[in-house]
């Protein structure tokens, strides 16, 4: 699920940029160097947790953005087909103090730059355990906000689903407004094998923000699709992705209630703008490779599970993964002989 960043947290930024030029020389005409690529990894300090659904911008030295992109689950971005030149990273994270620098492509071809967001000295702390929060989570009584970094420190540090739950419970019943720990709360309802709590917290958080929070209405989708209720789950998720949408999830979530829905060339196009957008998630190449089975596209499943192998390769499914890819490979041969007769998918 998608999260908000660590508040009190240094963001580090690890660029990795790439730039192909062109070696062939042309005595009469002189090649145009090829594109360049911009790509990086932004983590939380401390224990190199990536940082999910940072925005990054990319300006031109006169100031035009050319595109901004969110940071996959991984923390990663890719700028592409840039050419040389000068240009300009942003970054403004709400409760972090603005970030802006100079990238030159002429000149950087391959080394990483580091950059330090640091908190804003009226929202700092000394929890490690804060995290960048939204202007609507900062006008919730402080007693509050510190229930809810203590509820998901037991959650998702110590492991403790039911103690945070409690936490959860304490921050809406102190802030009834609070709808980020509405959500809380059904995550964790989740967690404990609760569905009713979660869909019930769902909907809460969905009424309480106005229909205005996406990721309230993308775990109530992917709630319902659980129910295998796939019409109500596709309902929900699209307004998730019609109010946030660059969330990775919600298209992996869309791709799943449509592919329940035989409706495959949708749930393909679904799963490919989950990839573009988080092209390091390992289960949207498993979506991808169920999608490409259906299809018997076995080339395609054949490249979705190389590229799961690379993310998820000592898993009990990437174990399977590799077995799979065994079978797919021998339907590929089979495939390419004459007079082969077509059969059923690979078991």
């Not at 990536?50 to 925005?55: T, Y």
Request: with cysteine.
């Amino acid at each position: 699920m998608k999260h908000g960043g660590l508040l009190g947290f240094i963001i580090r930024l690890v660029f990795l940029l790439t730039c192909t030029l062109s070696l062939t020389i042309s005595i009469k005409a002189k090649v145009p160097p090829e594109p360049c690529t911009l790509s990086g990894t932004v983590y939380y300090a401390g224990g190199n947790r990536p940082a999910e659904n940072i925005s990054v911008e990319l300006h031109t030295t006169e100031g035009s953005m050319i595109a901004p992109q969110t940071t996959s689950s991984n923390g990663w971005f890719e700028f592409r087909g840039l050419p040389r030149g000068t240009y300009v990273i942003a970054i403004n994270a709400a409760g972090f103090e603005p970030v802006n620098f100079n990238v030159d492509l002429a000149l950087n071809s391959g080394r990483g730059n580091v950059i330090y967001l640091r908190p804003r000295p009226s929202n700092s702390t000394n929890s490690p355990h804060a995290m960048p929060i939204s202007m609507h989570e900062l006008s919730m009584p402080h007693k509050a906000r510190t229930l809810m970094e203590s509820g998901k420190k037991k959650v998702y540090t110590d492991k403790n689903v039911q103690a945070g739950l409690v936490d959860f419970q304490q921050a809406v019943a102190i802030a009834p407004g609070y709808y980020e720990a509405y959500y809380q709360i059904a995550l964790a309802g989740l967690l404990l094998g609760q569905p009713d709590l979660a869909e019930k917290s769902f909907r809460k958080a969905i009424e309480v923000s106005g229909d205005k929070y996406g990721d309230a209405d993308i775990g109530l989708g992917t709630a319902m699709l659980d129910k295998r209720d796939f019409s109500e789950g596709e309902k929900a998720i699209r307004r998730g992705i019609e109010l946030s949408p660059d969330s990775w999830l919600g298209h992996y979530e869309l791709g799943r209630a449509l592919l329940n829905e035989e409706r495959i060339e949708d749930a393909e196009k679904a799963a490919l703008q989950a990839r573009s957008l988080a092209p390091n998630a390992a289960i949207v190449y498993r979506l991808l490779s169920n999608i490409h089975l259906r299809q018997k596209n076995y080339p395609a499943l054949l490249g979705d599970i190389d590229a799961y192998l690379k993310l998820d390769p000592g898993s009990p499914a990437g174990i399977r993964a590799k077995q799979m890819r065994e079978e797919v490979q021998q339907k590929i041969e089979a495939n390419k002989q004459p007079n082969h007769r077509p059969d059923s998918n690979p078991e």
